[in-house]
C-alpha cells in the first residue's frame, strides 16, 4: 500500500543523507499480471431483519462513480437465509446503480456470522475478480471487510472520506482522517486486488434511485454446512435503548458542547430539540463527563451525521467533531466567542451565551409551530 499526506508534505531529505527509499520500503508497487485481470466496483449489501442498511446505497452510489470513471461495471453481493428477499434488495439495488447482483441463499447465511459471510465473499471475489470492494464501516461491515481483507490477503483502507480514482495508476484512492484527525491521508493498494475501503453512514449522499434500471442476478451457491462454523446464533437481542437514538440518519439535530457548562444546562438542548422534533448530538468531552450517552457523540470518533439544520451550542469547532457534521446543509453555531473556529464553516453564526439563546430559541419555535398548527388545521 502506498500512504500519501495530503497537508504538510515532508521536509527535503538533508543532502548528506542518503536518498529515502519510496513509500511501501521495497516492496513491489506494480501490479502482478495476473491481477490485472480484476475489474468492476462490487459493494456489499447489507441487510438485516428484512431491511437494508442505507449505507449500502450511500456506497452504490460512489461505486457508480468509480466504475464510470474506470469504464467498468458495478457488482453488489447479496447473502442471506433460503427465505429471504434477496432479490428484492438486488432488484432496488439495481435502481441505485448496480449492473449485476451476485446472490447466495444457504440456511448458515440466516443471520450475520463472520465465518459464513467470510467464505461467501472471499469466494465470490475469487470467482468474479473485482477490482473493488467497499462495504459500510458498521458493526457487521467492519468486522466482515477486515477478515475478508486477511484472508484475501489485500489492502484494506477503514472509514473513508472520499473515494477516487487516481488518474495516473488508476487505482483506488481512498481517502480518511489520519493522526487523530489533524491530517487527511490517500491510501492506494497499488500490488493486490481487489482494492478495499470501508465508509460511515453518513458520510457519502444518497444517491437518487432510477426505477427504470434493472440488472442481471447471478444465483451461487455457498458450499458450508453448520458443522463447519464454530460461532452459533442463538437469539437476536435487539438493544432497545440505542435503536432509540438515530443520530445520522436525523433530520434535525441540536448538539451541546462544554460550553454549557454541565449536565443540568444540557438540557436546554434536549428541548430545543424536543420541540424541533430532532435527536440530540454532543461533543466528545461532554460524553466522556458522562453528561449524555456515548451514541450522541457527532464526531471522528462518534458518528457522522448529514442532517437538514444542525444547531451547535458551546461547541468550539474542533477537527474531529467538525468531519462528523459538516455535510450538514445548515449549520447555526451558537458561541461567546466570536473567533471560535466553528464560525469558519457554520453557515448562521449567533456570538452569545448558549444559556439564553437555547431557551429563546425554544420558546420562539414552539410559538412559531403552535401558530403554523392552528393555520393548517
Ligand atoms: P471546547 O473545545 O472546550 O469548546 C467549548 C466552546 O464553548 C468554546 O468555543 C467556548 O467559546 C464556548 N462557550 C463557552 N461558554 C459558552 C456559553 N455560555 N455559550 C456559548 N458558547 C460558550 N470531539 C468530538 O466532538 N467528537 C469526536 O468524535 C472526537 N474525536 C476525537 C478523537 C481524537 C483522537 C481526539 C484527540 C479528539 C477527539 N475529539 C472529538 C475532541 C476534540 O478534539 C475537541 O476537544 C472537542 O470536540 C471539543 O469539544 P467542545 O467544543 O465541547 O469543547
Not at 220 to 238: N, R, Y
Request: hydrophobic residues 45%.
Amino acid at each position: 500500500m502506498s500512504e500519501a499526506p495530503k497537508a504538510a508534505p515532508a521536509a527535503p531529505a538533508a543532502t548528506a543523507t542518503p536518498a529515502r527509499r519510496p513509500a511501501g520500503r521495497g516492496r513491489n508497487l506494480e501490479l502482478p499480471e495476473h491481477l490485472k485481470a480484476y475489474k468492476g466496483v462490487w459493494v456489499f449489501i447489507e441487510h438485516d431483519r428484512g431491511h437494508v442498511h442505507s449505507v449500502s446505497w450511500e456506497l452504490l452510489g460512489e461505486a457508480r462513480k468509480l466504475a464510470d470513471k474506470l469504464g467498468s461495471g458495478v457488482g453488489v453481493v447479496v447473502l442471506g437465509g433460503p427465505d429471504e428477499a434477496l432479490e428484492k434488495f438486488a432488484a432496488e439495488a439495481f435502481t441505485y446503480g448496480a449492473d449485476k447482483a451476485y446472490i447466495v441463499h444457504d440456511p448458515v447465511l440466516l443471520g450475520y456470522r463472520n465465518e459464513p459471510f467470510t467464505k461467501g465473499l472471499t469466494d465470490l471475489v475469487n470467482k468474479y475478480q473485482p477490482e473493488i470492494l467497499l462495504l459500510g464501516a458498521t458493526s457487521m461491515g467492519r468486522d466482515l471487510a477486515g477478515s475478508v481483507a486477511t484472508t484475501l490477503l489485500t489492502g484494506l483502507t477503514a472509514d473513508c472520506t472520499e473515494l477516487n480514482i487516481d488518474p495516473t495508476s488508476r487505482a483506488l484512492a481512498a481517502t480518511r482522517p489520519t493522526f487523530g484527525g489533524s491530517l487527511l491521508c490517500t491510501i492506494m493498494t497499488l500490488a493486490y486486488r481487489p482494492q478495499m475501503a470501508t465508509v460511515r453512514p453518513r458520510v457519502m449522499a444518497m444517491p437518487p434511485a432510477d426505477a427504470g434500471r434493472g440488472g442481471e442476478i447471478v444465483q451461487e451457491t455457498l458450499g458450508m454446512v453448520e458443522t463447519q462454523i464454530v460461532t452459533k446464533l442463538l437469539d437476536f437481542i435487539a438493544d432497545a435503548h440505542s435503536q432509540k437514538i438515530n443520530l445520522p440518519y436525523a433530520d434535525v439535530i441540536v448538539s451541546g458542547g462544554k460550553g454549557l457548562k454541565n449536565p443540568e444546562n444540557f438540557k436546554l438542548v434536549f428541548e430545543l430539540a424536543r420541540v424541533l422534533g430532532g435527536e440530540v448530538g454532543a461533543t466528545r468531552p461532554c460524553v466522556q463527563a458522562g453528561w449524555v450517552e456515548a451514541e450522541r457523540q457527532v464526531g471522528q470518533t462518534g458518528k457522522t451525521v448529514r442532517p437538514k439544520l444542525y444547531i451547535a451550542a458551546g461547541i468550539s469547532g474542533a477537527i474531529q467533531h467538525r468531519v462528523g457534521m459538516e455535510a450538514s446543509d445548515v449549520i447555526v453555531a451558537i458561541n461567546t466567542d466570536p473567533n471560535a473556529p466553528i464560525f469558519d464553516f457554520a453557515h448562521y453564526g449567533i456570538v452569545g451565551n448558549a444559556l439564553q439563546v437555547l431557551p429563546a430559541l425554544t420558546q420562539a419555535f414552539a410559538q412559531h409551530l403552535a401558530q403554523h398548527r392552528k393555520l393548517a388545521a
